[in-house]
């Protein structure tokens, strides 16, 4: 059996318009519809996956609808995994940060790089390096808290001699 090729079109848009429990079951209704092979023949003519189908029939034939957990799935934030990690930058880093000199922002400048902060997290709050982020993540964490990286400027050494003028005393 061959599918003409303005339904493919149709049957492959209704699907790409649906999402969840709708769409397997308009795909399961539609393979049913089919009949015999009907699986088969939408694998290899609209491309959809059998496993898929298999799931909306079964979903159809119990009357039964599988839950798709998709806010249950990813990588949980950092701080999610440990609740005082920023309570505890924020502590680190807040007697090694100034103000803005211009005071033009309320933008803090802290000389600690996100590595030097790690170091100091395991090493003063006892946290083990496996259970920590890594310094990408936490220099987007000091971000989000506010504080910029900032180096701290060199003084610059004093001139020995001021510059002569034309009515200074020549010295010899």
Known sequence: MELAEEMKEVLRAGVRAL???ARRQFMARTVEALGRGGQYLAEKQLGWNRV???KGVRELRSGFTCVD???LRG??????????LMKDIRALVDGQSTTDPTFRTTRLYTRLTAEEVRRQLIKQ???GDAELPTARTLRTKLNELGFRPRTVAKSKPKKRFRKQTPSSPKST
Do not use: M
């Not at 990588?75 to 005082?84: C, H, N, V, W």
């Open 125 to 127: 709050k006892g946290y």
């Open 52 to 54: 898929t189908v298999r």
């Open 19 to 21: 999402k969840g429990v």
């Open 69 to 71: 957990a998709f806010h």
């Open 75 to 84: 990588r949980k934030r950092a701080e999610e995994k440990l609740p005082s």
